[in-house]
């Protein structure tokens, strides 16, 4: 079974309002019953205000990579990527990260 191992800020950026973030996380998951084996991953939490400056200014944003929350809630930012870890996790390691994939940046993609 697949766990996080660590959960890492890499980057925040808080605007002048409580709605307005924009957060860099580093994840590290791997095999539960393995100590130290993980894959790296990364994603950006960012609120729906800081997503609409963003593509107001011009950027482009693709969805692979971002979750998109109007409140910042660690508990809760916690137990989603859980379930998410819980429902991609696989008897093979390389189809279990394949999986996180979809979710998440994945330092073996770059």
Known sequence: MLIIK??????EDWGDD?????IYYHIDIGPE???????????????????????HEG?????????????FNGKKLEETLNRIVSKC????????????SRYFRWKMDE
């Open 6 to 11: 660590a959960l890492t800020k890499m980057l």
């Open 89 to 100: 996790s696989h008897n093979d390691i390389t189809k279990a990260n394949y999986n996180l």
């Open 59 to 71: 950027d482009i944003i693709i969805g692979r990579g971002c979750i998109i929350t109007g409140d």
């Open 18 to 22: 409580g709605d307005d973030f924009y």
């Open 33 to 55: 019953e393995i100590h130290g084996a993980s894959d790296l991953f990364s994603f950006e939490l960012i609120s729906p205000k800081r997503l609409q400056r963003m593509t």
